[in-house]
C-alpha cells in the first residue's frame, strides 16, 4: 500500500520503517529540512536498537523516501498518518498547532481520496477537528475519512512493539477506512479491536494513564515497604503473579519519566476537566511520581548527612533503558535537586550525554560508570541499564570515597551488596550495610 508519514520524528520513523519493511510504500515527510537531510544520507537523528538497519535496508530498496515537501507525501500516498509532536501548553493542555497545520497542509494538496490517521497521542474529540479542518481547506468535493491508530510503542523496544503487538486498535467512521486499515495490518495475527473515533483515542490516553498509575501504586507501596521493612520487589512479585494485576509496570523506582506518560496523564487530567469531569485519581499519580525524587533526595542526604561539597558519582542520564531520551527523565530531575543542595555530579550513561550535555552545564561527563565512581561519595543509579547491572564491583568498591551506593533502580540484590562490603540503600528494601 502507498503510505504517507507526516512527522518523522520517534513514532513517525518507527512506523514509516515498519511498514516498509513489511512491503508497502513509504514517504516519511517532515518540514525539518536538515532533518531529512540527514535521514536521507541514512543517518539517524536519535537512538533506537535496530531502526538505523532497518531504514537504511528499505531506502536501498527503494521502499522508504524521505521528503522536507509534505506534497510529495501526500499526493502519492492514499493512507496519510499524522505522526507530528503533540507536546504539552504550560496548562498542561495538549498543544496541536502540529496536527493543525499537517491537517491544512494534507487538505490543500489532496487530490483524491485520502484516509487520513491520527497516530500521535491526542485528546478525544480531536478526530472531529481534524475533520473540520481538512473539510474547510479542501479545494473540490474531495472526498476523505479521518481515523485513529494510536501506538503503543515504548522506547527501546519500539521496533519489536510495532512487530509483535498485544493489539491494534483502528478507530473508523466509515466501511472504507474500516477495509483500508484492516488490509494495511493483515499480516498482524493478533486482535484488531475496531471502535469509533473517539474510543481509540481514549483507549490510548486511558492506557498510558493506567500503566503510569500501576508505577505509582507500587511507588506507594514501596514508600510503606521502607518504613516497615518489607521488600518491594516481593510485595509486587506477590500482587503480579494474579492474573488480574499482572506482573510488568510493577517496578519501583524514582518514578516514571519520559515523553509520554508526564504529559498524556497532564493532558488527559486537562481534557477531563474541560468536560466536566475532575480526574482526581490521575493527580494523585501525578503527584507520588513528583514525590519520588524528593524520597530519594531525602535517602542521599541520610546516608550523606551533608550533600554540600559531597561528589555523587550517577550512573544514569536517559529516562529508561536504551534509550537516549532525557525528556522528563527522573535521573535529570534528581540531578537538578542534588545540584542545587551544592553536590558535585559525576555522571555517565551509555547513550544518553550528548543530549543531557545541553541541559547540564555544571556536571562532569565521564567516559564509563568507573570513572563516575572514581572519588565519589557516592555512587546512585539512576537509569536500568544492562551494563549497570554487571559491573566489577571490588572495582567500584576500591574507586569511590566511601563503599555507599543508592539505587533508584533496584538493581542489585540487598545481600550480596552487604557481602560485598557496600552500604547498599535502594527502594522499598532494607538498607544493608
Ligand atoms: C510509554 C508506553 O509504554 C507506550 O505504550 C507509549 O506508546 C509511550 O509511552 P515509553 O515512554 O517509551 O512508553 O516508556 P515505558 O517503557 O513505558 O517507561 C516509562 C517510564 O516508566 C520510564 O521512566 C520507566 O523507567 C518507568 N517505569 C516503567 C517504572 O518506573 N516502572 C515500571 O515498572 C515500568
Known sequence: MKIAIIGSGYVGLVTGACFAELGNQVICADNDQGKIETLKKGSLPLYEPGLAELIARN??????????????????????????????????????????????????????YRLIIEKSTVPVETGDWVRQIIATYIKD???????????????????????????????????????????LYKPFKVPLVVTNIKSAELIKHASNAFLAAKISFINAVSRICD??????????????????????????????GGSCFPKDLDAFVNISEKLGYNFNLLKSVRRVNEEQLSFMLKKIKDSLRIIKDKTIGVLGLAFKSNTDDIRNSQAIGLIRMLE??????????????????????????????????????????????????????????????????????????PERMGKLGFTYISVGRKSVS
Not at 527503494?62 to 503533540?86: M, W, Y
Not at 476523505?144 to 493489539?167: K, Q, T
Not at 518504613?227 to 510485595?235: I, K
Not at 546512585?380 to 564491583?393: N, V
Open 227 to 256: 518504613t516497615v521493612g518489607a521488600d518491594v520487589e516481593e510485595v509486587a512479585k506477590g500482587m503480579g503473579l494474579d492474573k488480574r494485576i499482572g506482573l510488568s509496570f510493577l517496578k519501583a523506582g524514582i518514578g516514571y
Open 59 to 112: 531506502l536501498k530498496n527503494k521502499r522508504l523516501q524521505f521528503s522536507s515537501n509534505i506534497k510529495d507525501a501526500v499526493r502519492p500516498s492514499e493512507i496519510i498518518f499524522i505522526t507530528v509532536g503533540t507536546p504539552a501548553l504550560d496548562n498542561g493542555e495538549a498543544d496541536l498547532t502540529g496536527i493543525e497545520n499537517v491537517a491544512r497542509a494534507i487538505a490543500v494538496n489532496m487530490d483524491g
Open 340 to 413: 542545587s543542595e551544592g553536590a558535585r555530579i559525576k555522571a555517565y550513561d551509555p547513550q544518553a550525554m550528548n543530549k543531557a550535555r545541553d541541559v547540564l552545564s555544571r556536571i562532569t561527563f565521564c567516559a564509563d560508570a568507573y570513572s563516575a565512581a572514581r572519588s565519589s561519595d557516592c555512587l546512585l543509579i539512576a537509569t536500568e541499564w544492562d551494563e549497570f547491572k554487571e559491573l566489577d564491583f571490588t572495582r567500584v568498591k576500591k574507586l569511590l570515597k566511601r563503599p555507599l551506593i543508592i539505587d533508584g533502580r533496584n538493581l542489585y540484590e
Open 141 to 183: 468535493k474531495t472526498k476523505f475519512d479521518v481515523a485513529s491508530n494510536p501506538e503503543f510503542l515504548r522506547e527501546g523496544s519500539a521496533i519489536s512493539d510495532f512487530m509483535n503487538p498485544d493489539r491494534i486498535v483502528i478507530g473508523v467512521e466509515s466501511k472504507r477506512a474500516r477495509d483500508l486499515l484492516t488490509e
